[in-house]
């Protein structure tokens, strides 16, 4: 039996635990730099809206960078120790067999704002609480079901508490009660197991520089982002694991409405993603305007239709680009003495 096989049959079992809490996790002057960092004025949030199914989801979002050296220019290095710390004191490297993360960024949310039950990407997510001064009374915990059980496990906010759980659970972060005039933040890190294919997906993504490659109106937005968004679009409308891969990969060779070709080795996509999900990419990229019309016109039901799914998760993430508003936090800033 492969290492990797062998590591996804461990964690299937380890799954039915749900969620693990761990609390204090690091020590208090770490914990209090990390809630005054959250509480800075040049932490500016994005408003986020995006559909999961039939549903709207509201909520706030600041992303770090897509790399580490990204997320180091954009003043958030102190997450780099943050990880290093919260792997040692609560040995996450050897129980979870995972070897760094894949993607970091704090979400947000107020009274008012109830975010939807969803599953994520990756194998493991982790969610640290970083108010220090949160009270029980505010709520704001975060709920995780297992698969196929109605019944949740709550996690309740509470400062310097680490949760972590497998990424295919469905969660949810619970509301914010209406005595409270708080902002709601975590720190969410989402890892992928040793040997996982979704990263050598994007490990190529980032060697052909999609993460530099400003994508749309937004001077913040890049392809490599659209491209995430689009495939996690997907997996939300419940299309098979190659049209997400095609999601992932839908612009690459360019478009019309987007020139630049980040590679033209369609033997490198199709060894990553496979000879169905590939041709699909290369028919969306050739697509002459207006391409939700002359998709409309492709006579293979089943090619017709996986291209105007890729079609509607790439309009939403451009009309969601669009909406993109800034939101200026509420925290206090904590004494260090």
Not at 2 to 25: R, T
Not at 110 to 128: A, C, N, Q, S
Not at 210 to 234: A, I, R
Not at 249 to 257: L, M, P
Request: charged letters at 30%; aromatic letters at 14%; hydrophobic letters at 35%.
């Amino acid at each position: 039996m492969s290492c990797v096989v062998w590591l996804y049959l461990k964690h299937l079992l380890w799954g039915s635990s749900m969620v693990d809490i761990y609390d204090d996790i690091l020590n208090i002057k770490d914990a209090k730099f990390i809630h005054n960092e959250m509480s800075s004025v040049n932490m500016l949030w994005e408003y986020y809206h995006r559909s999961i199914g039939d549903k709207q989801s509201f909520h706030l979002y600041r992303g770090l960078g897509n790399t580490d050296e990204e997320i180091e220019n954009n003043k958030f290095g102190w997450i780099f120790p943050m990880w290093e710390n919260l792997m040692y004191y609560g040995k996450l490297r050897e129980k979870y067999d995972i070897n760094t993360y894949r993607r970091i960024y704090f979400n947000a949310h107020v009274y008012g704002m109830e975010p939807l039950r969803h599953k994520d990407d990756g194998d493991f997510t982790m969610i640290y609480y970083p108010r220090l001064d949160w009270k029980k009374e505010w709520g704001g915990g975060t709920a995780v079901w297992k698969d196929g059980n109605d019944i949740s496990k709550l996690a309740d906010y509470k400062g310097n508490r680490l949760i972590v759980f497998p990424a295919r659970n469905y969660h949810q972060a619970q509301p914010v009660s209406r005595k409270c005039h708080q902002l709601r933040p975590v720190i969410v890190f989402k890892t992928f197991l040793i040997g996982n294919k979704q990263s050598e997906k994007e490990d190529y993504l980032k060697s052909i520089s999609c993460h530099e490659v400003q994508h749309g109106k937004s001077k913040t937005t890049t392809l490599f982002d659209h491209l995430y968004n689009v495939s996690k679009q997907l997996k939300r409308n419940d299309a098979p694991q190659y049209l997400q891969d095609a999601g992932l990969f839908h612009s690459v060779y360019g478009t019309t409405y987007f020139k630049p070709k980040m590679t033209e080795d369609r033997e490198a996509v199709r060894s990553l993603i496979g000879d169905k999900a590939e041709n699909l990419v290369y028919l969306f990229c050739n697509m002459e305007h207006p391409r939700k019309e002359n998709i409309e016109l492709i006579k293979d039901d089943e090619v017709r239709k996986d291209l105007l799914m890729i079609q509607e998760a790439n309009n939403a993430d451009m009309e969601m680009q669009d909406r993109v508003q800034s939101f200026l936090p509420t925290v206090e800033v904590i004494d260090y003495d």
